[in-house]
């Protein structure tokens, strides 16, 4: 089944890059009947608007819309003084294609391919029917909004290599689920609220059954047959609500929870149900005198773990990571007449476990954090290569003395 749904997706692939290519010929013969759609930049959008907020290829009379993006880097990485030297990674190749089927009713589609090939995946599919500003349909795999970076996750709206621990390492990143809900907007004068409400599939007993020997949400991430079936018949609920203001930006409340465990079979009971509960709160905004651009988010997770499990699977955890982006130089670059160049940092920060040893009263360790300096240049919005140094020290559960790990890493991201 897997090798059929992986010969399907390929050919989607190679389907895109063929219509790419008639596209490019057609727009040599007739240059006029090509438009490239760039990022809208003159709309005050939310983080959840980031699926159709992307630069994408249209032409006259064809009614499907096409554009992606690609990541590539090279890694030096240090850890407790050993190398393994220098290596060259194809992160991810991301294409994503919509259409309006008809008025007030529309699809996008968001196929990932990551490491050259080696993980394909649909991250988005779903159709959206508009009623009203404030309240809207949407249905088929869609983006669970938990936190802002799982919808808002494009890397060339990034200026660092690496996604944030806390949505990739703490909560599941990318993570969609297949389901239905609502969705709206509400507008007055400098002020946007935004919500959206979903049911889905979610989360299986990999939480704490996985290779990581801890409690662990995006192992859940291996199971594909949550786009088949629930794993226990109990939907995931998945909310948010998005406060902004055009001046002083973007506050976000999200939960999302659920059943996690398989608790009957055939009808027999043979557990107790068991629930994972998330709660996030994202913030972002940009101070207009200065350019600069700062945007973080927290996470604290709710796990009720089985009495017979041993203290190294937590039942609370918690994460956070802050960015901030400042513009040093703005100026015309060659023929790139809105070249930009960045200073950025980033914190990270995760406890995998919080809490104390019930022997012993000393605290529990598994955390994580991290610090990275970086410099970008942008020739366009939609392009940005990177310079990265990450420095990390993390520690077991037992406390010990951290681990230290220094890494370089230098790269590009664009849409195309």
Known sequence: ?????????????????????????????????????????????????????????????????????????????????????????????????????????????????????????????AIDVNFHPAFNFRGGIVMNPIGAFNQNHDGPKWEFVERPDEAVNLLPATWSNVGFGMFGKFNKDDWILGYEAYLTNGFDDHIINNEENKTFLPASKENDNRF???????????????????????????????????????GIIIDEERRVDVFAIDWNTKINRSGTYIVGEVSFINVD????????????????FLDIVQPILKTKVFQWE????????????????????????????????????????????????????????????LSNPASKTATWLFGFSTYF
């Open 228 to 266: 088949e079936e629930s794993n226990n018949g109990k939907p995931l609920f998945t909310g948010k609500i998005a406060l902004k203001n055009r001046n002083f930006g973007e506050i976000g409340f999200s939960y999302m929870g659920g059943v996690y465990n398989k608790f009957k079979v055939d």
């Open 338 to 397: 809105k070249a930009i160049l960045n200073v950025a940092a980033r914190i990270d920060y995760v406890d995998w476990n919080i809490g104390r040893f019930n022997e012993t009263n000393t605290k529990i360790g598994d955390d994580l954090f991290a610090i990275t300096p970086a410099v970008s240049f942008r020739p366009t919005s939609q392009i940005v290569f990177r310079l990265n140094y990450r420095y990390e020290w993390q520690k077991d559960i």
């Open 1 to 125: 089944m897997k090798i059929f749904i992986l010969k399907y997706l390929k050919n989607i692939l190679l389907g895109y890059l063929l219509i790419a290519l008639h596209l490019n010929v057609v727009g040599q013969e007739k240059e006029s009947k090509i438009i490239r759609n760039p990022i809208d930049t003159t709309k005050t959008y939310l983080n959840m608007d980031a699926s159709y907020n992307r630069p994408s290829l249209t032409m006259d009379k064809f009614p499907v819309s096409l554009g992606g993006y690609i990541e590539a880097n090279s890694i030096h990485s240090i850890e407790n003084g050993v190398s393994e030297g220098l290596s060259f990674q194809a992160r991810r190749l991301t294409i994503f294609m919509s259409a309006s089927i008809t008025k007030n009713i529309k699809f996008l589609t968001e196929i990932e391919f990551e490491d050259g090939g080696k993980e394909i995946a649909i991250e988005f599919a």
């Open 305 to 320: 773990v089985p009495e017979n499990y041993t203290q190294q699977y937590g039942e609370k955890q918690r994460g956070a």
